[in-house]
Protein backbone atom coordinates (compact mmCIF):
# COMPACT_ATOMS: atom_id res chain seq x y z
CA UNK A 1 0.00 0.00 0.00
CA UNK A 2 1.34 3.19 -1.10
CA UNK A 3 1.94 5.94 1.91
CA UNK A 4 0.02 8.58 1.92
CA UNK A 5 1.88 12.43 2.13
CA UNK A 6 1.72 15.73 2.35
CA UNK A 7 4.40 17.07 0.10
CA UNK A 8 7.75 15.64 -0.61
CA UNK A 9 9.51 19.04 0.29
CA UNK A 10 12.75 17.92 2.39
CA UNK A 11 12.34 19.32 5.99
CA UNK A 12 13.31 18.14 9.41
CA UNK A 13 10.51 16.94 11.74
CA UNK A 14 8.14 15.04 13.13
CA UNK A 15 5.96 12.90 11.26
CA UNK A 16 2.86 10.50 12.64
CA UNK A 17 3.06 7.35 10.64
CA UNK A 18 0.19 4.83 10.40
CA UNK A 19 2.04 1.24 9.30
CA UNK A 20 1.17 -2.45 8.98
CA UNK A 21 3.85 -4.51 11.47
CA UNK A 22 5.14 -8.07 10.10
CA UNK A 23 2.08 -9.72 12.05
CA UNK A 24 -0.15 -7.81 9.91
CA UNK A 25 -0.88 -5.82 12.73
CA UNK A 26 -1.80 -1.96 12.50
CA UNK A 27 -0.05 0.36 14.08
CA UNK A 28 0.24 4.48 14.75
CA UNK A 29 2.78 6.47 16.60
CA UNK A 30 5.64 9.24 15.48
CA UNK A 31 8.98 9.20 14.26
CA UNK A 32 12.10 11.98 13.84
CA UNK A 33 13.09 12.37 10.29
CA UNK A 34 14.94 15.04 8.06
CA UNK A 35 12.55 13.91 5.35
CA UNK A 36 9.16 12.01 4.40
CA UNK A 37 11.87 10.17 2.61
CA UNK A 38 14.00 9.20 5.38
CA UNK A 39 10.93 8.98 7.66
CA UNK A 40 9.33 5.81 5.09
CA UNK A 41 13.18 4.04 5.18
CA UNK A 42 13.04 4.16 8.87
CA UNK A 43 9.89 2.55 9.44
CA UNK A 44 11.12 -0.49 7.23
CA UNK A 45 13.72 -0.59 8.91
CA UNK A 46 11.38 -1.36 11.94
CA UNK A 47 9.56 -3.85 9.39
CA UNK A 48 6.95 -1.82 9.48
CA UNK A 49 4.98 -0.94 6.24
CA UNK A 50 3.90 2.70 6.21
CA UNK A 51 0.41 3.08 4.66
CA UNK A 52 0.07 6.79 6.17
CA UNK A 53 2.34 9.52 7.02
CA UNK A 54 2.09 13.00 7.72
CA UNK A 55 3.80 16.01 8.85
CA UNK A 56 2.70 16.57 12.92
CA UNK A 57 2.98 20.21 12.35
CA UNK A 58 0.17 20.07 9.37
CA UNK A 59 -2.36 18.37 11.73
CA UNK A 60 -4.62 20.08 12.86
CA UNK A 61 -7.24 17.65 14.36
CA UNK A 62 -8.18 16.19 11.03
CA UNK A 63 -10.54 16.55 7.97
CA UNK A 64 -13.74 17.62 9.52
CA UNK A 65 -12.84 21.63 9.47
CA UNK A 66 -10.81 24.17 11.77
CA UNK A 67 -10.35 23.67 15.73
CA UNK A 68 -11.12 26.60 17.31
CA UNK A 69 -10.28 27.74 20.73
CA UNK A 70 -14.05 27.82 22.24
CA UNK A 71 -13.71 23.71 21.61
CA UNK A 72 -10.56 22.96 22.74
CA UNK A 73 -12.00 24.93 26.41
CA UNK A 74 -15.77 22.47 25.78
CA UNK A 75 -13.25 19.25 25.76
CA UNK A 76 -10.92 20.60 28.51
CA UNK A 77 -13.82 20.95 30.39
CA UNK A 78 -15.80 18.02 29.72
CA UNK A 79 -12.62 16.29 30.17
CA UNK A 80 -12.01 18.07 33.32
CA UNK A 81 -15.23 16.85 34.77
CA UNK A 82 -15.28 13.19 33.77
CA UNK A 83 -11.71 12.61 35.60
CA UNK A 84 -12.85 14.68 38.42
CA UNK A 85 -15.12 11.95 38.79
CA UNK A 86 -12.37 9.75 38.41
CA UNK A 87 -13.71 8.15 35.18
CA UNK A 88 -10.45 6.84 33.27
CA UNK A 89 -9.19 8.29 30.53
CA UNK A 90 -9.83 5.62 27.63
CA UNK A 91 -13.57 5.85 28.93
CA UNK A 92 -13.57 10.07 29.38
CA UNK A 93 -12.12 10.30 25.87
CA UNK A 94 -15.06 7.82 24.35
CA UNK A 95 -17.82 9.86 25.96
CA UNK A 96 -16.83 12.76 24.96
CA UNK A 97 -16.76 11.87 21.33
CA UNK A 98 -20.17 11.08 21.61
CA UNK A 99 -21.28 14.59 23.09
CA UNK A 100 -19.20 16.85 21.48
CA UNK A 101 -20.61 19.07 18.29
CA UNK A 102 -17.65 20.12 16.52
CA UNK A 103 -16.82 17.48 14.05
CA UNK A 104 -13.63 18.38 14.23
CA UNK A 105 -13.06 18.15 17.53
CA UNK A 106 -14.87 14.76 17.31
CA UNK A 107 -12.53 13.32 15.19
CA UNK A 108 -9.62 14.54 17.07
CA UNK A 109 -11.33 12.77 20.42
CA UNK A 110 -11.06 9.72 18.44
CA UNK A 111 -7.31 10.22 17.22
CA UNK A 112 -6.18 10.67 20.70
CA UNK A 113 -8.30 7.83 22.06
CA UNK A 114 -6.81 5.74 19.53
CA UNK A 115 -3.43 6.24 20.54
CA UNK A 116 -4.30 6.18 24.15
CA UNK A 117 -5.37 2.97 23.63
CA UNK A 118 -1.91 1.21 21.83
CA UNK A 119 -0.05 2.63 25.11
CA UNK A 120 0.55 6.09 24.84
CA UNK A 121 -0.23 9.27 27.07
CA UNK A 122 -2.44 11.61 27.08
CA UNK A 123 0.14 14.37 26.96
CA UNK A 124 1.80 12.21 23.84
CA UNK A 125 -0.78 11.65 22.28
CA UNK A 126 -1.95 15.32 22.21
CA UNK A 127 1.60 16.17 21.56
CA UNK A 128 0.66 15.20 17.85
CA UNK A 129 -1.60 18.38 17.38
CA UNK A 130 0.68 21.65 17.92
CA UNK A 131 -1.82 23.88 16.33
CA UNK A 132 -4.81 22.39 18.78
CA UNK A 133 -2.70 21.96 22.16
CA UNK A 134 0.12 24.37 23.36
CA UNK A 135 3.50 23.55 24.85
CA UNK A 136 1.95 24.83 28.19
CA UNK A 137 -1.22 22.21 27.92
CA UNK A 138 0.74 19.75 27.06
CA UNK A 139 3.30 20.14 29.80
CA UNK A 140 0.26 20.99 32.42
CA UNK A 141 -1.13 17.40 31.71
CA UNK A 142 2.04 15.34 31.31
CA UNK A 143 2.69 16.77 34.98
CA UNK A 144 -0.66 15.69 36.21
CA UNK A 145 -0.60 11.97 34.83
CA UNK A 146 3.49 12.00 36.05
CA UNK A 147 2.15 12.68 39.71
CA UNK A 148 -1.24 10.95 39.77
CA UNK A 149 -3.21 14.55 40.00
CA UNK A 150 -4.16 15.38 37.01
CA UNK A 151 -7.40 15.51 38.19
CA UNK A 152 -6.00 18.15 40.73
CA UNK A 153 -4.38 20.52 37.67
CA UNK A 154 -6.97 19.83 34.84
CA UNK A 155 -9.54 22.40 36.48
CA UNK A 156 -6.62 25.00 36.87
CA UNK A 157 -5.87 24.58 33.22
CA UNK A 158 -9.71 25.13 32.07
CA UNK A 159 -10.12 28.46 34.27
CA UNK A 160 -6.67 29.69 32.06
CA UNK A 161 -8.50 28.47 28.90
CA UNK A 162 -11.65 30.63 30.57
CA UNK A 163 -9.66 33.46 31.35
CA UNK A 164 -7.65 34.15 28.17
CA UNK A 165 -11.10 33.66 26.28
CA UNK A 166 -12.73 36.37 28.15
CA UNK A 167 -10.44 38.18 27.85
CA UNK A 168 -9.34 38.01 23.92
CA UNK A 169 -13.71 38.58 23.94
CA UNK A 170 -13.18 41.66 25.70
CA UNK A 171 -10.63 43.02 23.38
CA UNK A 172 -12.39 42.02 20.53
CA UNK A 173 -15.70 43.30 21.54
CA UNK A 174 -14.35 46.59 22.78
CA UNK A 175 -13.07 47.14 19.25
CA UNK A 176 -16.32 46.29 16.78
CA UNK A 177 -17.49 49.49 16.97
CA UNK A 178 -14.72 51.45 16.59
CA UNK A 179 -13.73 49.11 13.30
CA UNK A 180 -17.57 49.50 12.07
CA UNK A 181 -17.46 53.02 12.92
CA UNK A 182 -13.97 53.80 10.69
CA UNK A 183 -15.55 51.65 7.92
CA UNK A 184 -18.46 53.69 7.61
CA UNK A 185 -16.99 56.69 7.91
CA UNK A 186 -13.96 55.68 4.75
CA UNK A 187 -17.10 54.71 2.49
CA UNK A 188 -19.18 57.14 3.24
CA UNK A 189 -16.25 60.14 1.77
CA UNK A 190 -14.98 57.21 -0.58
CA UNK A 191 -18.95 57.95 -1.83
CA UNK A 192 -18.88 61.64 -1.31
CA UNK A 193 -16.13 61.86 -3.70
CA UNK A 194 -16.60 59.50 -6.39
CA UNK A 195 -20.58 60.09 -6.90
CA UNK A 196 -21.78 63.72 -5.72
CA UNK A 197 -18.42 65.97 -6.45
CA UNK A 198 -18.69 64.88 -9.85
CA UNK A 199 -21.93 66.13 -10.40
CA UNK A 200 -20.70 70.07 -9.49
CA UNK A 201 -18.06 69.26 -12.36
CA UNK A 202 -20.89 69.40 -14.40
CA UNK A 203 -22.52 72.74 -12.98
CA UNK A 204 -19.45 74.67 -12.83
CA UNK A 205 -18.67 74.00 -16.77
CA UNK A 206 -21.53 75.12 -17.42
CA UNK A 207 -21.68 78.50 -16.21
CA UNK A 208 -18.07 78.81 -16.93
CA UNK A 209 -17.17 80.90 -14.30
CA UNK A 210 -13.67 80.11 -12.20
CA UNK A 211 -13.77 77.00 -9.99
CA UNK A 212 -12.13 77.90 -6.44
CA UNK A 213 -9.01 76.26 -5.52
CA UNK A 214 -10.25 74.47 -2.68
CA UNK A 215 -13.13 73.08 -4.69
CA UNK A 216 -10.61 72.25 -8.11
CA UNK A 217 -8.28 70.53 -5.25
CA UNK A 218 -12.07 67.75 -4.53
CA UNK A 219 -12.39 67.76 -8.16
CA UNK A 220 -9.12 66.62 -8.56
CA UNK A 221 -9.42 63.87 -5.83
CA UNK A 222 -12.57 62.81 -6.78
CA UNK A 223 -11.31 62.45 -11.12
CA UNK A 224 -8.05 60.60 -9.54
CA UNK A 225 -10.12 58.60 -7.32
CA UNK A 226 -12.62 57.53 -10.49
CA UNK A 227 -9.37 56.73 -12.55
CA UNK A 228 -6.91 55.10 -10.28
CA UNK A 229 -9.69 53.98 -6.92
CA UNK A 230 -9.26 50.51 -8.09
CA UNK A 231 -5.63 50.71 -6.73
CA UNK A 232 -7.36 50.99 -2.87
CA UNK A 233 -7.97 47.87 -2.74
CA UNK A 234 -5.08 46.67 -4.15
CA UNK A 235 -2.86 48.66 -1.94
CA UNK A 236 -5.21 47.62 1.43
CA UNK A 237 -4.44 43.77 0.03
CA UNK A 238 -0.84 44.80 -0.28
CA UNK A 239 -0.69 46.10 3.08
CA UNK A 240 -2.23 43.05 4.44
CA UNK A 241 0.25 40.83 3.09
CA UNK A 242 3.62 43.14 3.05
CA UNK A 243 2.89 43.19 7.24
CA UNK A 244 2.24 39.23 7.53
CA UNK A 245 5.83 38.48 5.31
CA UNK A 246 7.65 40.60 8.29
CA UNK A 247 7.08 37.11 10.27
CA UNK A 248 8.85 35.12 7.63
CA UNK A 249 11.98 36.82 8.91
CA UNK A 250 12.91 36.68 12.12
CA UNK A 251 15.04 39.92 11.98
CA UNK A 252 11.96 41.63 10.48
CA UNK A 253 10.05 40.27 12.69
CA UNK A 254 11.77 41.72 15.63
CA UNK A 255 11.93 44.95 14.17
CA UNK A 256 8.16 44.96 13.62
CA UNK A 257 7.14 44.09 17.30
CA UNK A 258 9.74 46.62 18.68
CA UNK A 259 8.00 49.16 16.80
CA UNK A 260 4.17 48.18 17.93
CA UNK A 261 5.82 48.40 21.68
CA UNK A 262 7.18 52.00 21.22
CA UNK A 263 3.11 53.04 20.11
CA UNK A 264 1.76 55.48 22.59
CA UNK A 265 -1.24 53.61 23.57
CA UNK A 266 -1.03 50.17 22.01
CA UNK A 267 2.56 49.47 22.83
CA UNK A 268 1.85 49.11 26.66
CA UNK A 269 -1.67 47.46 25.76
CA UNK A 270 0.40 45.44 24.35
CA UNK A 271 2.62 44.83 27.14
CA UNK A 272 0.34 44.56 29.74
CA UNK A 273 -1.41 41.39 27.57
CA UNK A 274 1.59 40.06 27.13
CA UNK A 275 2.84 40.38 30.79
CA UNK A 276 -0.32 38.79 31.66
CA UNK A 277 -0.01 35.53 29.24
CA UNK A 278 3.51 35.02 30.85
CA UNK A 279 2.22 35.39 34.48
CA UNK A 280 -0.37 32.65 34.37
CA UNK A 281 1.40 30.09 32.13
CA UNK A 282 3.96 30.42 34.33
CA UNK A 283 2.22 30.57 37.20
CA UNK A 284 -0.04 27.63 36.15
CA UNK A 285 3.30 25.54 35.30
CA UNK A 286 4.79 26.40 38.90
CA UNK A 287 1.39 25.44 40.24
CA UNK A 288 1.94 21.83 38.73
CA UNK A 289 4.93 20.71 40.01
CA UNK A 290 7.14 21.89 36.56
CA UNK A 291 10.91 22.92 37.33
CA UNK A 292 11.18 27.40 36.77
CA UNK A 293 13.89 26.57 33.60
CA UNK A 294 11.75 24.43 32.28
CA UNK A 295 8.40 26.43 32.84
CA UNK A 296 10.11 29.52 31.75
CA UNK A 297 10.87 28.33 28.20
CA UNK A 298 7.30 26.98 27.88
CA UNK A 299 5.91 30.28 29.03
CA UNK A 300 8.09 32.26 26.36
CA UNK A 301 7.16 30.00 23.70
CA UNK A 302 3.71 31.10 24.32
CA UNK A 303 4.31 35.35 24.38
CA UNK A 304 3.39 36.17 20.72
CA UNK A 305 5.95 39.45 20.73
CA UNK A 306 9.61 38.34 19.38
CA UNK A 307 10.80 41.61 21.44
CA UNK A 308 9.49 40.18 24.74
CA UNK A 309 10.57 36.58 23.80
CA UNK A 310 14.15 37.44 23.29
CA UNK A 311 14.23 39.33 26.49
CA UNK A 312 12.31 36.02 28.58
CA UNK A 313 15.49 34.11 26.73
CA UNK A 314 17.72 36.42 28.41
CA UNK A 315 15.50 35.85 32.09
CA UNK A 316 15.97 32.33 31.76
CA UNK A 317 19.68 32.29 30.99
CA UNK A 318 20.02 34.62 33.71
CA UNK A 319 17.69 32.71 36.25
CA UNK A 320 19.84 29.56 35.13
CA UNK A 321 23.08 31.13 36.29
CA UNK A 322 21.98 31.75 39.50
CA UNK A 323 19.85 34.94 39.89
CA UNK A 324 16.46 35.56 41.12
CA UNK A 325 13.12 35.42 38.50
CA UNK A 326 12.12 38.77 40.06
CA UNK A 327 15.78 40.52 39.52
CA UNK A 328 16.38 38.84 36.28
CA UNK A 329 12.68 40.33 35.05
CA UNK A 330 14.00 43.46 36.34
CA UNK A 331 17.20 43.27 34.64
CA UNK A 332 15.48 43.50 30.78
CA UNK A 333 13.93 46.62 31.65
CA UNK A 334 10.84 45.94 29.80
CA UNK A 335 8.22 43.94 31.86
CA UNK A 336 5.94 46.01 33.66
CA UNK A 337 7.92 47.22 37.31
CA UNK A 338 4.47 45.40 38.97
CA UNK A 339 5.34 42.09 37.54
CA UNK A 340 8.78 41.97 38.88
CA UNK A 341 7.81 43.32 42.48
CA UNK A 342 5.37 40.92 42.56
CA UNK A 343 7.71 38.20 41.52
CA UNK A 344 10.24 39.22 44.20
CA UNK A 345 7.71 38.87 46.64
CA UNK A 346 6.43 35.67 46.19
CA UNK A 347 9.91 34.24 45.72
CA UNK A 348 10.73 35.74 49.49
CA UNK A 349 7.29 33.66 50.70
CA UNK A 350 7.66 30.85 48.66
CA UNK A 351 4.46 31.64 46.95
CA UNK A 352 5.78 32.58 43.22
CA UNK A 353 3.04 30.25 41.46
CA UNK A 354 0.09 31.83 43.56
CA UNK A 355 1.39 35.21 43.05
CA UNK A 356 1.96 34.72 39.55
CA UNK A 357 -1.37 33.85 38.59
CA UNK A 358 -2.73 36.73 40.75
CA UNK A 359 -0.73 39.51 38.73
CA UNK A 360 -1.46 37.89 35.94
CA UNK A 361 -5.58 38.40 36.88
CA UNK A 362 -4.40 42.31 37.82
CA UNK A 363 -2.97 42.67 34.45
CA UNK A 364 -6.17 41.18 32.68
CA UNK A 365 -7.84 43.71 34.75
CA UNK A 366 -5.53 46.52 33.82
CA UNK A 367 -6.16 45.40 30.07
CA UNK A 368 -10.01 45.55 29.92
CA UNK A 369 -9.57 49.36 31.58
CA UNK A 370 -6.83 50.15 29.21
CA UNK A 371 -8.99 48.87 26.32
CA UNK A 372 -12.29 50.77 27.88
CA UNK A 373 -9.67 54.15 28.03
CA UNK A 374 -8.62 53.49 24.15
CA UNK A 375 -12.12 53.03 22.86
CA UNK A 376 -13.29 55.93 24.97
CA UNK A 377 -10.84 57.84 23.20
CA UNK A 378 -11.14 56.61 19.94
CA UNK A 379 -14.64 57.01 19.44
CA UNK A 380 -15.50 60.41 19.49
CA UNK A 381 -11.52 61.14 17.63
CA UNK A 382 -13.29 58.55 14.72
CA UNK A 383 -16.59 60.93 14.76
CA UNK A 384 -15.02 64.12 14.77
CA UNK A 385 -12.19 63.11 11.66
CA UNK A 386 -15.73 61.52 9.76
CA UNK A 387 -17.56 64.64 10.52
CA UNK A 388 -14.74 67.20 9.27
CA UNK A 389 -14.39 65.01 5.94
CA UNK A 390 -17.95 64.47 5.18
CA UNK A 391 -18.79 68.74 6.50
CA UNK A 392 -15.91 70.28 4.59
CA UNK A 393 -16.62 68.15 1.25
CA UNK A 394 -20.25 69.59 1.88
CA UNK A 395 -19.38 73.16 2.74
CA UNK A 396 -16.68 73.46 0.27
CA UNK A 397 -18.58 72.57 -3.02
CA UNK A 398 -22.11 74.38 -1.25
CA UNK A 399 -19.69 77.54 -1.24
CA UNK A 400 -18.10 77.35 -4.63
CA UNK A 401 -22.03 77.07 -6.03
CA UNK A 402 -22.85 80.06 -3.54
CA UNK A 403 -20.07 82.39 -4.90
CA UNK A 404 -20.82 81.12 -8.53
CA UNK A 405 -24.11 82.34 -7.88
CA UNK A 406 -22.96 85.76 -6.40
CA UNK A 407 -20.85 86.27 -9.47
CA UNK A 408 -23.75 85.69 -11.93
CA UNK A 409 -25.82 87.90 -10.22
Known sequence: ???????????????????????????????????????????????????????????????????????????????????????????A?????????????????????????????????????????????????????????????????AEFLETNAATRQTIVSAMIYPAVLLVTGIVSVLLLLVFVVPQFATMFEDAGTQIPPSAQFLLNLSGGLQRFGFLIPLSVIAAYFGWRQLDAQPSTRLRRDRFLLSLPLLGKLILTRESAVFARTLGSLLGAGIPLIRALRVSREVVANTQLSTQLAQVEEDVRGGTGLGSALEKTQQFPTLLHQLVAVGEESGRTATILVKSAATFDTLVRNQMARLVAALQPALILVLAIAVGGITITMLSAVFSMNAVEF
Open 1 to 91: MTAKTTNSASHHGKFKYRAIDAMGKSQTGYIEADSEREAMRLLRGRQLTPTQLLSAQSVSGGSGGKIKPSDVLAFTNGLCTLVESRVPIDR
Open 93 to 157: LRLLEGITESAAMRELTLELLREIKEGRSLAAAMEGYPRVFSKMYINIVRAGEEGGILHELLPEL
